[in-house]
């Protein structure tokens, strides 16, 4: 073969530089030619050229090698594969270059090396009998040391030959990985015992192998989880024995981690054991007992799935496994385990730097650990009684899951092969340098060195990318159906589907899931799959996304009864079902609302057509706009309840569209107060324009004898409104000239009482009730006033409370001159001239004292009542508002009606430091959002932190805090109340 023509194949077999490979070439004689096609099947075969070369440079005899790999095939792939995929072990080679001589053993292909043989080959290395029941290394600790891993490496060699050239599979080859671990730890434990001498004879040791070497599923590279249990031998103190124990482990640990010259092997973690690293290195089995049925928590169980004993003293280890068997399978019936487990793969994410999170192949969405979790957890919920899945390694598990019927054949099948691809892809990046990594390399060469080393000859950085992406969507996509899609098996044939669940299988799989009533939901979904209809086909394809997000809910049982409510109202609505299947965004959020929020669940029933707002983008709505409309609609209706029913029902539309983006995180606290207040106005507008118009009509009056309007009051006017407020207002009215006080006096009250009752009946949203009670003489005094009684009372009665009360007046519906000469009559009672005397000062503090012992209602927790609470609304709200009160004359930022706008005027005053105003700051807001929140989960008003664990954790939820961390939610609450009040001490009570 002449130089181009030799240039040119070499170009086609993968070689980066044809000209420097040429040269490679000449160096090695004749034998260089014979191994052009075999190196062009190598990952790399510009590194494994190169190898070759310094391995043949440090050999005894170079002619023997290069004819050996001339002359056989075999051994030449076997080699020159380890060379082009694993730098690590060329460096092996090159230092150790007899070890060659390994890979010339014909049977490698089709032999796996025995355990025992493994074990063996480990212990003679370090000087120990293998035979032995007490093997103790002979050799030198240093010497063992290094004696350990020079075998490790050649133990290694092979296995690496046997998965690159004859295409091991990959459980076979993560299973020889984890005997060759288990030999490598009873070596190690050999050394130990040589390292302590006599008194290491005074104990009995086993080490329980977890993770994936207890799996029997290693990588080439990865920690080696372990927890240690011993036992004293006859006469030994039991301190004495847990002392010698934790020698023995910590030395063990050290043998294999310790840097010396010829490496390192792996680490050895014990982190799995009792306590974690704060807990005693070594337990006995009864002190591993009492941690376990006390203390443990559930994902430690999941954990000892795959405890199994590997090394030390394998009887005492099979004891430690029988004992923690029962607890492992029946963890499953725990209150939130899914939820914990799920918590836990949570944190796991998040805790990913951003710049690695797409290349993560182990942790990232769609990786390893996905897979790994899902098939645990089908394990642990179904293998309480059926010990047909309880295999250990991941995939001998999926078969087992797939051949019992807990998952589809299809779906099994496309699991195992995304799974396995994944090992695999993980094998090889952890081959290259024998470092521990899960990181897909970004690099062109590297991405081309691992596509070799999977098959991809051509194209092989693209071909890859494409391969691992399409089986990380597979992973993700499947997750979802191993858990949810099986469910609907037990209620209603699916084409195409081989997975039956019984119904025990059901109820298991939906109480573990976080369903309170299983058989309820089961129930629900033979309701919602039944018939072959083209409505119950939609249904089957949309349950299982559906499903799953009910049970990412504080409430799936909630959302799954809701969802069916709202299917049977809208099942048969052309849009509603293909809304949710092609708009997965929209059906996501409405299975968020109906799992968290009863007070959306409420009023999407009453208001399903609401579900096309969930698709749209978030706008507040405006007063004009919405009193434009509600003006319009009541207009139309021939009768008054029709009109108010119409009204109503855009109150009812613009209410969920503010709760679903309050609870879906799109709007803040003041943008729920100001959507609220805005809804609420143009409600009363809409109401009192609509009554007026019937009263007038009915007293066959040709106008109105009086204009009217309505006084906002407390957090209504205050632009603070809450879900569970009531409407506080004053009613007004200004008769026309010439008219009758008595007939205008006497049609404002029957206007004023028809707004009321109207908007308080019960109906299709949550009733308005319109709160009179602020207004003077309280419930004594007449229901509406003139201005001129308004003036007259505030002059010769009015007492310092009604002036507070006043600071949140805003006139904002109704006639606008009526509204601006009251404004004008109060400001000079709210905003004193002269502020407040120094006896006013102390009435407001006795009243705010009296309200703190007697309004607080019986049994609420003093530091949990949002309202009444410390450091909660009421305490705000009086400080800012007696801050007013003195100062509102002179400070003109002050004359407002909103409390952290006040606060942000006293602030520019000086009569707060910036400091404590964003304390009491931070801490409204927090108490707005809490009370807000426990409104939504629970459907009805409420003024205290929930104390029911679903309802509590709804809120969390609502809050932006993981559903399990409703404790640190409480803590924060309690943490900015109690600053707050510190505030308040100061400031208002000095």
């Not at 004293?232 to 124990?245: Q, Y």
Request: contains cysteine; proline residues 4%.
């Amino acid at each position: 073969m002449n130089r181009a023509t030799l240039r040119s194949e070499l170009l086609r077999s993968g070689f980066a530089d044809a000209d420097r490979a040429l040269e490679d070439l000449a160096s090695l004689g004749d034998a260089g030619l014979e191994l052009v096609a075999i190196l062009g099947r190598s990952a790399e075969p510009s590194a494994a050229l190169a190898a070759l070369i310094r391995v043949a440079d440090a050999v005894d005899d170079r002619d023997a090698l290069l004819s050996a790999l001339a002359a056989d095939e075999g051994t030449a792939m076997r080699l020159l594969c380890v060379l082009g995929a694993s730098a690590a072990l060329a460096d092996h080679l090159v230092a150790h270059p007899d070890h060659w001589q390994v890979l010339r053993d014909p049977t490698l292909g089709t032999t796996r090396p025995a355990a025992w043989a493994v074990r063996a080959a480990l212990m003679e290395a370090v000087g120990a009998d293998p035979s032995a029941s007490f093997p103790v290394a002979t050799l030198p600790d240093a010497e063992a040391t290094d004696a350990l891993r020079v075998t490790y490496r050649r133990l290694l060699l092979p296995l690496a030959a046997r998965d690159l050239a004859h295409g091991l599979s990959v459980d076979d080859t993560a299973a020889e990985l984890a005997d060759l671990a288990a030999g490598t730890l009873d070596a190690a434990l050999a050394v130990a015992r040589a390292h302590l001498g006599d008194e290491a004879a005074t104990v009995r040791l086993s080490v329980i192998a977890m993770g994936k070497c207890g799996g029997h599923e290693l990588n080439y590279v990865s920690d080696v989880d372990v927890i240690f249990v011993h036992d004293a031998v006859d006469g030994t103190d039991d301190v004495a024995a847990a002392r010698t124990a934790a020698k023995l482990a910590s030395h063990l640990m050290h043998v294999c981690s310790v840097q010396t010259a010829e490496g390192t092997i792996w680490p050895v973690d014990a982190a799995l054991r009792p306590e974690g690293k704060a807990g005693a290195l070594s337990r006995t089995l009864s002190g591993h007992r009492g941690y376990y049925e006390r203390w443990a928590a559930a994902w430690e169980f999941q954990a000892l799935l795959k405890a199994r004993p590997a090394a030390g003293d394998l009887a005492l280890g099979r004891e430690f496994v029988a004992m923690v068997q029962p607890m492992v399978w029946s963890v499953a019936d725990r209150d939130g385990f899914v939820d914990a487990a799920r918590a836990m793969r949570r944190r796991v994410v998040e805790h990913i730097p951003a710049k690695e999170a797409d290349r993560q192949l182990k942790l990232g969405v769609g990786g390893l650990r996905d897979v790994e979790f899902a098939v645990q957890l089908l394990q642990l919920v179904h293998g309480r009684t059926d010990e047909r899945i309880r295999p250990q390694a991941t995939l001998s598990a999926l078969t087992a899951l797939t051949e019992a019927g807990y998952v589809g054949r299809e779906d099994g099948e496309a699991l195992h092969n995304a799974y396995a691809f994944l090992r695999q892809m993980e094998h090889r990046i952890q081959l290259h340098r024998l470092r521990r990594t899960h990181l897909v390399p970004d690099d062109e060469l590297a991405l081309r060195r691992l596509g070799r080393s999977l098959g991809f000859m051509k194209e092989p950085d693209k071909r890859l990318v494409r391969t691992w992406q399409h089986h990380r969507r597979e992973v993700s996509r499947l997750h979802q159906k191993l858990f949810y899609r099986p469910l609907l098996s037990a209620v209603a044939r699916i084409p195409g589907d081989d997975v039956r669940l019984s119904s025990e299988a059901a109820h298991a799989r939906l109480a573990a899931l976080g369903y309170d009533d299983p058989a309820a939901a089961l129930r629900s979904l033979e309701a919602l799959t039944a018939g072959v209809t083209r409505t119950a086909n939609i249904q089957r394809a949309l349950l299982p996304a559906m499903l799953q997000w009910f049970a990412e809910g504080a409430d799936p049982d909630a959302g799954l009864f809701g969802f069916r409510r709202i299917s049977e109202a809208l099942g048969r609505t052309p849009w509603f079902l293909t809304t949710l299947r092609d708009e997965g965004e929209i059906a996501e959020r409405l299975a968020h609302l109906l799992a968290t929020s009863r007070y959306c669940s409420d009023l999407l029933e009453r208001e399903p057509n609401g579900i096309k707002l969930l698709g749209e983008e978030f706008e507040l709505p405006t007063a004009e706009a919405m009193t434009e409309e509600m003006l319009a609609t009541g207009a139309r209706q021939g009768e008054l309840d029709s009109a108010i029913r119409a009204i109503r029902a855009v109150r009812r539309r613009e209410l969920l569209q503010t709760a679903a983006g309050d609870v879906l995180g799109r709007i803040d606290v003041d943008q729920v107060g100001s959507a609220l207040s805005r809804i609420t106005d143009a409600t009363l507008e809409a109401t009192l324009a609509a009554v007026g118009e019937s009263v007038r009509e009915q007293r066959g009056l040709d106008a109105a004898p009086t204009r009217m309007a309505i006084v906002a009051m407390g957090r209504y006017g205050g632009f603070e409104l809450s879900y569970g407020s009531d409407a506080d207002v004053l009613f007004v009215h200004d008769p026309d000239e010439g008219v009758d006080a008595h007939q205008a006096g006497s049609y404002a009250k029957a206007v004023a009482e028809e707004v009321r009752r109207t908007l308080a009946l019960p109906g299709g949203d949550p009733p308005l009730v319109v709160d009179a009670d602020l207004r003077p003489e309280g419930k004594q005094g007449p229901l509406v006033r003139t201005l001129d009684a308004y003036a007259a009372y505030y002059a010769k009665w009015s007492k310092v409370w009604e002036a507070q009360a006043l600071l949140r007046a805003d006139a904002v519906v109704g006639d606008l001159g009526v509204r601006e000469r009251f404004t004008a009559l109060i400001d000079p009672l709210r905003y004193p001239a002269a502020g407040l005397s120094q006896d006013d000062v102390i009435e407001v503090r006795r009243i705010k004292a009296r309200i703190d012992t007697e309004r607080l209602p019986r049994g609420a927790d003093p530091a949990l009542h949002l309202k009444l609470g410390r450091g909660g609304l009421a305490d705000i709200e009086w400080t800012v508002q007696l801050l007013q009160l003195r100062h509102g004359a002179e400070v003109a930022g002050l004359r407002t009606a909103q409390t952290l706008a006040a606060l942000d005027a006293a602030v520019a005053a000086d009569l707060i430091s910036r400091d404590d105003a964003d304390v009491l700051t931070e801490a409204w807001r927090t108490a707005s959002r809490v009370r807000n929140a426990a409104t939504l989960a629970r459907g009805k008003p409420v003024d205290q932190m929930p104390r029911p664990s679903r309802e509590r954790r709804a809120v969390a939820g609502i809050l932006g805090y993981p559903l399990d961390q409703s404790d640190a939610m409480v803590n924060d609450y309690l943490r900015v109340t109690r600053r707050a009040r510190a505030v308040v001490d100061r400031v208002f009570w000095e």
